[in-house]
């Protein structure tokens, strides 16, 4: 199969292209930001790593996809974390872990989880999980007893908040949009929020205040408050959403959420999973994916799990 019919790849290598384009800056402001845009790839930075080096956020997607090629088991995704953060496995360098959520080491080291609705934990490993739940015929997750407990299960390996576990659901219901046969972002975005939004006023309408402000129709149109800045996962998905919605590539959408400043990688990531899957393997940059660590490897996991039976292809 050529790689651009591999969507697996698509969303795979767009989310790890925009978390390394993100890394070197996180923690910039968006003022910062506006004066010397990103609008390459570069290198060193926030945490001193070469150019196409990708954070936590990529390592423990690639871990999560692998962890799911032996079915919905939570153990052997965990185990995959624990290879990560003990073993470097799937991260671009060998040695001690560069970045990492809070709540995440917490989980990997049997630590409590408390708080965990400060940070995006949950969110940002569930790009994978979207696929897998697809190739097993989950395509409405609101409405599907089953898909609704394996994501909240998974998502609460390290985030057991309802926040991250809504965040998860809108980001997740997206990307099956897409895979099912949407060819528009936009709308696969406001598809999700729609379904999410019905389903949260009637079972859980404390919890979806959170999110309310995801329903304004012209949320693509309110001026970018300081949310960008901020770690929760509401904030973080408001930013991922506002950048979607405002883009119609890959490109353009990367360097906007990126461009944010705060936290600069996630965004990035996150953006880049929906974006490289929305606009395909051909919308990214030539130049981006030389320069992406371990790349190769990254596309050679990516056909080990649909080898597995446990995500789609597309013949």
């Given at each position: ?197 019905k389903y949260y006023t009637q079972n ?76 395909g393997y051909q919308s990214l940059p ?30």
């Open positions: 199969m050529a790689i651009t019919d591999t969507r697996l790849v698509h969303g795979v290598i767009g989310f790890a292209i925009g978390d390394a384009l993100g890394l070197p800056v996180k923690g910039q402001t968006r003022a910062q930001l506006t004066e010397k845009p990103i609008d390459k790839m570069t290198g060193y930075g926030t945490f001193d790593q070469p150019a196409g080096n990708y954070s936590d956020e990529t390592s423990l997607v690639i871990a999560s996809m692998m962890g799911l090629t032996q079915g919905f088991d939570l153990a052997a995704v965990k185990s995959a974390y624990q290879q990560w953060y003990t073993d470097s496995e799937y991260a671009p360098y060998q040695g001690p872990v560069v970045d990492i959520w809070p709540a995440t080491k917490n989980a990997l080291t049997d630590q409590p989880l408390a708080d965990t609705q400060n940070d995006p934990g949950g969110l940002t490993r569930v790009l994978p999980l979207a696929y897998f739940l697809f190739k097993e015929g989950h395509t409405d997750l609101v409405n599907d007893p089953q898909a609704l407990t394996q994501l909240s299960d998974f998502v609460s390996l390290t985030n057991p908040d309802k926040d991250n576990i809504i965040a998860g659901v809108i980001y997740a219901q997206a990307i099956i949009n897409l895979l099912n046969g949407q060819t528009d972002l936009h709308v696969a975005l406001r598809d999700s929020i729609e379904s999410a939004a859980d309408a404390a919890a979806w205040q959170n999110f309310a402000r995801l329903t304004n129709p012209q949320f693509a149109e309110l001026p970018v408050a300081d949310y960008h800045a901020a770690s929760d996962p509401v904030s973080i998905l408001e930013a991922v959403i506002w950048s979607a919605l405002n883009t119609d590539n890959y490109k353009d959408a990367l360097l906007t959420a990126v461009n944010l400043g705060g936290n600069t990688d996630t965004l990035g990531a996150l953006v880049g999973g929906l974006a490289g899957l929305a606009y030539h130049k981006w994916c030389l320069v992406l660590a371990k790349y190769s490897e990254i596309v050679d996991l990516c056909r080990q799990a649909e080898a597995s039976g446990y995500f789609p292809k597309y013949d």
